[in-house]
């Protein structure tokens, strides 16, 4: 018998527990939490530069854990942020990192960079591509084939430019 006694949840919390395995591995931390605040910060600023209908899309791939994390505090009525660049994005993700001033070595793009390589590895390839096509230019480059520093621990993710 499961954690929680009923399939569908512990399916999910194991699924989550991968992903932030997977997020505090690549970011070498031990704080599961930290995984978790980041994961959140990534997908909420996601979120908001995504049409309507990708934002849907893509919550639809998601495990139940995360997909209701992703939906978290989310306004339809107030969607649609579209910071164009760079800078303001990081910015946007910066500002939901309360645990930074522990981790002063952690880059703001690292952390973006492998929040988006973890969600390419979990979600289909197509609606990747999907969410990396409505994103401004600049935003779209933090998304890359492969995790900050590990290019030769992993298989690139196939058809990623």
Known sequence: ?????LG???????????????IGQLLHWEDRHHAYVALR???????????????????????MLIRGLYFEGWRPSHHFSRLRK???FLRNVRAHLNFLHEK????????V???FWV???????????????VLPKEI??????????SAHQFLPLTGMP
């Open 140 to 149: 779209r480059g933090l998304w890359r084939p492969f995790p900050p520093g």
């Open 113 to 115: 960079h492998v929040i």
């Open 8 to 22: 569908v949840f512990d399916s999910t919390i194991q699924k989550a527990n991968i992903w932030l395995k997977d």
């Open 104 to 111: 002063p070595e952690v880059e703001i793009e690292d952390i």
């Open 41 to 63: 910060a990534v997908l909420h600023a996601l979120r908001d530069h995504l049409t309507l209908e990708e934002t849907v899309q893509l919550a639809d791939q998601l495990p």
């Open 119 to 133: 969600l390419s590895k979990h979600v289909s390839f197509g609606e990747i591509e999907g969410v990396r096509q």
């Open 86 to 88: 760079r800078e303001d």
């Open 1 to 5: 018998m499961g954690f929680t006694g």
